[in-house]
């Protein structure tokens, strides 16, 4: 399977947040969006965890 984050783009987030300077991460997982977050390290956290789950599947 495949785990990336990505960086929301301002075009998918509403006007309020775009003008606090939000910004989002969002981790995806085979095309599916399982998590967003508003730290970058937070959400590489949780991809390493999903990999290392996946890891752990694949080996069963």
Do not use: I, P
């Amino acid at each position: 399977m495949t785990v990336k984050v990505t960086e929301r783009d301002d075009s998918h987030m509403s006007r309020q947040l775009v003008a606090h300077g939000v910004h989002l991460w969002d981790v995806h997982q085979q095309d599916l969006l399982v998590g967003m977050f508003h730290r970058e390290s937070d959400a590489q956290r949780y991809k390493a965890e999903l990999e290392k789950l996946e890891a752990q599947n694949s080996q069963a």
